[in-house]
Each structure stands twice: as structure tokens, then as C-alpha cells.
Nanobody, 115 residues
Framework: QVQLVESGGGLVQAGGSLRLSCAASGSISSFDVMGWYRQAPGKQRELVAA???????NYADSVKGRFTISRDNAKRTIYLQMNSLKPEDTAVYYC?????????WGKGTLVTVSS
């Protein structure tokens, strides 16, 4: 059973930066796509950024130019570098992976951006 464990969340002031990490219990090269979703209080979970096994990336319009997703297959980890954070980025951030028609989720890490 593949497990995804997020880390790196916390409290940061507006304009600051955080880097989230998602460590997998197995090889991430087996995943077709991995990514980050977020869910703010009272809102639906939304895609933030995704990266394919070939390295292609996709971002939500709200984070383009501020967030960068990357992966390190050797470390079995994906990252989300978040810069110029805004209060509206406050949410629980979830790591996601899809492989052979199966989807996997981490338990989430809370990011709070104060104004």
C-alpha cells in the first residue's frame, strides 16, 4: 500500500514563502501524475499543481508564477515551492498521486497565511 506523507506547512506572513514536501513510501516514478490539492474552510478541494511522470506541469491560474511543483524520483518526493503567499492561499494542502487507475492521498498539511 502506497503512502504519501506531507510536511512543510505552517504559519507565514503574506508575501512569504514555504516549501511543502510529499514523501512516498514507494517509487514515485510509478505514478502517472502527482500533484497538490488544497481545501480552504467551507470550500471544495481544488487542484493547485500537478506534474506528470514525464515532467510536464500544470498549475491553477491563481498560483501561476508564484508556485512551482517539482519531483525528485531518487528521494521519492515531490515538492511545492510557494512564494509570494497570500491570505487566500490559506488551506490544508494534500498530496495526490495516481497510478494504474488508483488514486492516493496524503493526510494533508495546514498552510496559514496571515495578512
Amino acid at each position: 500500500q502506497v503512502q504519501l506523507v506531507e510536511s512543510g506547512g505552517g504559519l507565514v506572513q503574506a508575501g512569504g514563502s514555504l516549501r511543502l514536501s510529499c514523501a512516498a513510501s514507494g517509487s514515485i516514478s510509478s505514478f502517472d501524475v502527482m500533484g497538490w490539492y488544497r481545501q480552504a474552510p467551507g470550500k471544495q478541494r481544488e487542484l493547485v499543481a500537478a506534474i506528470s511522470s514525464g515532467g510536464a506541469t500544470n498549475y491553477a491560474d491563481s498560483v501561476k508564477g508564484r508556485f512551482t511543483i517539482s519531483r525528485d524520483n531518487a528521494k521519492r518526493t515531490i515538492y511545492l515551492q510557494m512564494n509570494s503567499l497570500k491570505p487566500e492561499d490559506t488551506a490544508v494542502y494534500y498530496c495526490h498521486g495516481s497510478m494504474l487507475g488508483m488514486t492516493y492521498w496524503g493526510k494533508g498539511t495546514l498552510v496559514t497565511v496571515s495578512s
